[in-house]
């Protein structure tokens, strides 16, 4: 039988980034249902993504599948179909971050369960990547890059510090903790309000459900990990204001971002329908644009490839945990999380995303800033 137009641009697009079908290495992809070949070409992200989901296709090491696609640059080489294209375009035309959807990540994503990320994350529940230099494991990573921030930051005991998109508080429990500091979180997730509220029971800690636009308190740090990501192009500028109107004039602000080396108005597809709606990553220009006149760039540290490996420890556990979590999820949700890790592990390895620490001053410091490693 002769084989489909779908299939064959399929088998040579991956034949250039050195994926066979149904090959023998663990990057090699094995197919299911010949339905994948057209929605993978003509829907790319979201019908690679979707079929995996389906159970269309797999591969015994799906964030190494990933990493070969996207350091070949295969996505640029993938049609879009009509739809795909006019959802793109919506992303540019309208301000998908508003106010009035800024609590829309924290329900569908930061509320799927206290359960399923306290399984998956380390013993403190940092969601973000963490710093593997001199790490042997998940926790030391975690630990160190709240020593890092800590650090870069200059805390001293008795500072107020503002933790913009705090998660489950693991930020402001070590912060008071280990430095003293008094810490007011805000997040759009009613479940991590509720359970780092416990975490840091007794501590100078303050969850906050809030929205970033609407804080207007004077701190003597920011911090922000992992958030600026739901914010959207349309909306840095006035997230970098917040931030300047709520720093004390000789404070510091240490932004923690993954980052795009391009710019961008919009997240792929697969990602905005099923892990974090309205979300995108900002590039170098898009941020310098955004705090010019605002800040002054003290420090950048880029140190993206340690989320590959945060990643596949997230991966591990959550894989580990699973008996435990199928209760409250069914097979679909697993296959979905699973590409979820796995793909932006590959993403992460081919250095397609980066991950980036900004500490910025309000009028640069007095005999400059000593940058922490």
Not at 24 to 43: C, G, L, N, P, S
Not at 233 to 241: A, C, E, G, S
Not at 243 to 257: I, P
């Amino acid at each position: 039988m002769k084989e489909s137009k779908y299939k064959a641009i399929v088998r040579e697009l991956l034949d250039f980034a050195g994926i066979s079908l149904d090959g023998e290495q663990q990057w090699d992809i094995h197919v299911h249902d010949d339905r994948m070949y057209k929605r993978a070409v003509t829907e790319a992200e979201l019908g690679l993504g979707e079929s995996y989901m389906a159970g269309w296709w797999d591969a015994a090491r799906v964030d190494e599948s990933i990493f070969k696609i996207l350091r070949a640059d295969l996505q640029d080489k993938v049609s879009r179909n009509l739809r795909i294209l006019m959802q793109l375009a919506g992303f540019r035309l309208l301000n998908m971050q508003s106010r009035k959807r800024a609590y829309v990540v924290g329900q569908r994503h930061y509320d799927l369960g206290n359960e399923l990320f306290l399984k998956m994350l380390d013993k403190r529940m940092n969601y973000s990547c963490g710093y593997w230099k001199d790490a042997r494991n998940l926790d030391e990573a975690q630990e160190n890059k709240l020593r890092l921030i800590c650090e870069k930051l200059y805390l001293k005991p008795g500072m107020r510090v503002l933790d913009i998109g705090c998660g489950w508080g693991a930020f402001g429990k070590y912060a008071a903790e280990k430095y003293g500091v008094e810490v007011t979180g805000i997040t759009v997730s009613k479940e991590q309000v509720a359970l780092g509220t416990q975490l840091c029971k007794g501590l100078p800690v303050e969850f906050r459900l809030l929205d970033y636009r609407e804080m207007n308190e004077k701190f003597d740090r920011i911090v922000s990990v992992g958030m600026i990501e739901h914010v959207g192009y349309k909306n840095y500028r006035d997230y970098f204001r917040v931030a300047e109107r709520c720093l004390e004039d000789d404070g510091l602000f240490l932004l923690h971002s993954i980052g795009n080396p391009v710019s961008t108005t919009s997240t792929d597809p697969w990602t905005h329908k099923y892990i974090f709606p309205n979300g995108m990553l900002p590039s170098v220009a898009q941020l310098g644009k955004a705090i010019e006149g605002l800040f002054v760039m003290e420090d950048w540290h880029n140190f993206g490839a340690d989320y590959d490996k945060t990643l596949m420890a997230w991966y591990e556990n959550f894989k580990r945990s699973w008996d435990s979590l199928r209760d409250k999820y069914d097979d679909v949700f697993y296959r979905m999380w699973e590409y979820f890790l796995l793909s932006s592990a590959g993403a992460f390895r081919a250095r397609i995303n980066q991950l980036w620490q900004l500490v910025l001053s309000k009028k640069g410091m007095l005999g400059g800033y000593v940058s922490v490693r």
